[in-house]
């Protein structure tokens, strides 16, 4: 057996992925986190691997959004809610899930880059992966407000468009 990779509903596909982010970021750990009490929007799809053994070990979920950058209406792809299971890290399993999401949105044709936002531990990994830091400021809906969102810090796969700096509202709720 290999491992199994599919691209499904982000909503259908909840039940089956609670139990693997709940263990990743169990509610103890989200309360020290400075992003723990943010409240995200739904992904519209999820990238799911299953390990050899059939288990679920790998999330990531896919988002699209009409945007504004720098005043401009762009479609932006939306990474977020990477996780591997604990048991399955180092396998490569979190690298071959984002390629998938990354090539999901790439496949849409009309997305213009993809963003994501991640803790500084982690910005190596994107880095090492051809992410690069959005150097402007990011707005977001939070408790029914447009605000500055500064939880966690932007990094940008380019696809049409390569932003680096200036400002993104993001036009709802962060992911
Ligand atoms: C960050 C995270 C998703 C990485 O998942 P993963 O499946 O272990 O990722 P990968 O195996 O693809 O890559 C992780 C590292 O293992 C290395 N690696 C990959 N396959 C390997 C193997 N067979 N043997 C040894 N190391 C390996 C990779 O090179 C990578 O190192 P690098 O970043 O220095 O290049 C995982 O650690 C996790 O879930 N963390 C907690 C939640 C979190 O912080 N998520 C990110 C939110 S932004």
Redesign the pocket.
Known sequence: MSIEIDVVNGDASWAAVEALLDE??PPHLLKTLPWGEVVFAHADLRVLLRAETGDL??HVGVFRRAIIWNGRKMRAGGI???????A???????????EAAVQTLRDEGSIDFAL????P??A???E?RGWKPFDGEIYAEQAEERARFTA?APYVYDLKRAPRRGTIDLCGLPW
């Open positions: 990743v970021w070990a790998c977020g809610g990477v996780a591997t299971r604990e399955f890290r180092r396998r490569g399993y979190a690298s071959i899930a984002l994501l936002f991640c803790d531990h982690n190596p990994f994107y090492g966690i």
